[in-house]
């Protein structure tokens, strides 16, 4: 099937070369957009006998019974037994009335579109439709993709048990972790798990459906999934084992899709959901507030809660830091201790100040318990008894974290602006964001306390992927951050930028979910108008060695031939390419004489042995390469957790964040303090010290799994837990990567491993060098000082400007000549992360 694969790949590439473009297809009928069914207009229900068709467990699902041929689908019906109050809330989602078209067009077609509102049950209801239709009989399972890991996790959980189903059956699995059993027959997973499986087995034989949710995200992953799929698909029924295959999205620009040639010669069918969209007011701003968007929004919620009628509110602010400023000033303005009703008042108060008493004095046990348990030998920690009254404020705001609706802080109110608000009702202000643990994530599901308003404050996974019931108001500061690349410097950046005019409309329509909604705009309609109109898809943005490689080792050598839905620039194909070629995951090409002929050979370069092992780890080339030559010297366990800890996003908290008060923001500089104690320690002695942050997180890996890696000593250490469990799991998982690969090696994971030796000390760097060869960086010397600007400063190959050791690296005050980056991050500055002292060779 690659050499069907490769024909297919050449026949499109001839048709693109030709310039003649077969004359389009007609649209069959059937194909193009589907009518909706009768009835299921805006705010109407529709008929209850179409639900009685879809919703009932014992009747046959409406399937298909109008239509001509027989269809390629299987004529088993699987029985669910959901509860009755189930399946009524199942009844009121707009999606049930399109059942039988979504299966009638799914029967007749092998690619489905299926377009709707966000909430209108698509991520729920399908897979649910496709089950009972019998699509995962015979063993086999029915794939659900989704871009973010929180969807996938909190989906498999909603379907289980909508279904009444268990999470043996109704599964997910995430890049470190899954609950996928024999028994699964629904399968949720991120779009980059399905990618590796694609790698194991082409076809993806245990799979009769596959759907791709998220589409319009246009997250790479997805976007390259469609592409294989669409040769997937022809390739399984030539074989006569069909798969179909849906693809899910919010209504924005499925012309990328449908109009496109190459990607599918044949246009699929489109469903479209009409949803029950109440009518959203959208009020914007009379001017566009500069700076403080935070503060606009904190004002907006203030008016809304102080003057509207109940409902929810959802504000959309851009990053973590901004998130966690808001629901801490929101609750200093709204506390709930104070508004209770009196007569509940007393007594809630008294068994929750009992409650919040105990489980203050069973952490502080718990640390003390931890804390004097760490052996000294390897890998130091403080002794324990230091930093109490940190690990206190530590616990305030973890309760903010949780949501806790307790504020037992009220002495410094007052402190925002003035603001007095006089609420007659308390606010349950909740935070969502994509790093926040999934337990915490979830409660916005459920419903505030009785004689609360809900707040959410979240950042853009709210936009789409998550539906929060019960919002009326939602609160939009207009800009979204996001990480912006530059592709000839490699530089990055996260940057505040304007939203796109649809996600700005996908922001407002969440506050029509249940009842007519206002949705607030920070901005005025004239800067609106400026937006521009989509956002462009990840494809367009970032780097694609990663793709390139997985693609080459589906041996797809042509990638330029792919049909990718929106595709890559030849720029970034060629950089990518490049890179690959300078790892040896890649051939180089021949010397050739003409440059056209070189350009060609350049973005055709065949895989090596070397890139086959490398795309077998989960990591990026980069890393995959260190993995890949540190099978010597015992150097392999190492390398596994220096690639784990780099891979995994922000090891270290986030201590630089604005404080609210002065009593924070002492707080915030002791821990501040402490941590670059700790890395000071952590970073080690004699030759350790040239291996700079690597140590750094070698040891702060290894004193964590020391102290049996529990929450309080991360939190005592300025580390993040959850990113600690996930360089735990990514660990376990590399080291199986690399026993399939090797099994000579016979690893396993060593939690609590020796600090390395001073000759692996030195092949560790060789190692890192060797992955980040490229990223090199030679300190400024002194008679090059030009002014300033220079001070301090370091030169790269590519950049004309300085950049610097970042001041959270255990080397900026060392400064050392040569150093290899992780990456450049442009803040005020250009700062090198994740640097490591060199000398020049390095021997
Ligand atoms: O995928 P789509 O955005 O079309 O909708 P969905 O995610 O299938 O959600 C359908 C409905 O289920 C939403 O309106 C949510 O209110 C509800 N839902 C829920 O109550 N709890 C969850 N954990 C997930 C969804
Ligand atoms: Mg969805």
Redesign the pocket.
Known sequence: YRQELEEEDSESSVESESNEAPASEPVQAGAGVLPAAPGAGPGSPGPSSQHSLAGTTSAPPGVASTLARPPAKPSVFIPVNRTPEMQE?RLK?P?LAEEQVIMEAVAEHPIVIVC??????????VPQFLYEAGYSSDNSIIGITEPRRVAAV??S??VA?EMNLSQRVVSYQIRYEGNVTEETRIKFMTDGVLLKEIQKDFLLLRYKVVLI??AHERSVYTDILIGLLSRIVSLRAKRHLPLKLLI?S?TLRVEDFTQNQRLFPQPPPVVK?E?RQFPVTVHFNKRTPLEDYSGECFRKVCKIHRMLPAGGILVFLTGQAEVHALCRRLRRAFPHTRRRPPEKDQEDSVEEMRKFKKSRTRAKKAQAATLPQISLDNYSVLPAGEGDEDREAEMDEEEEALGSDLDLDLGDEGTDGGEQPDASLPLHVLPLYSLLAPEKQ?QV?QPPPEGTRLCVVATNVAE??????GIKYVVDCGKVKKRHYDRVTGVSSFRVSWVSQASADQRAGRAG?MEPGHCYRLYSSAVFSDFEQFPPPEMARRPVEDLILQMKALNIEKVINFPFPTPPSVEALIAAEELLVALGALQAPQKTESMKQLQRSRLSCPITALGRTMATFPVAPRYAKMLALSRQHGCLPYAITIVAAMTVRELFEELDRPAASDEELSRLKDRRARVAQMKRIWAGQGAARKLGDIMVLLGAVGACEYSGCSPQFCEANGLRYKAMMEIRRLRGQLTTAVNTVCPEAGLFVDPKMQPPSESQVTYLRQIVVAGLGDHLARRVQSEDLLDDKWKNAYKTPLLDDPVFIHPSSVLFKELPEFVVYQEIVETTKMYMKGSQAGGWPLA
């Open positions: 809330e989602l999606i709707g509102e966000t909430g209108s049950g698509k991520t729920t209801q909190a989906m959980q909603r048990k949710d998220e899910m919010a959901v949803s979830a599901f789409t992927s998550l539906t929060i019931p979910r």
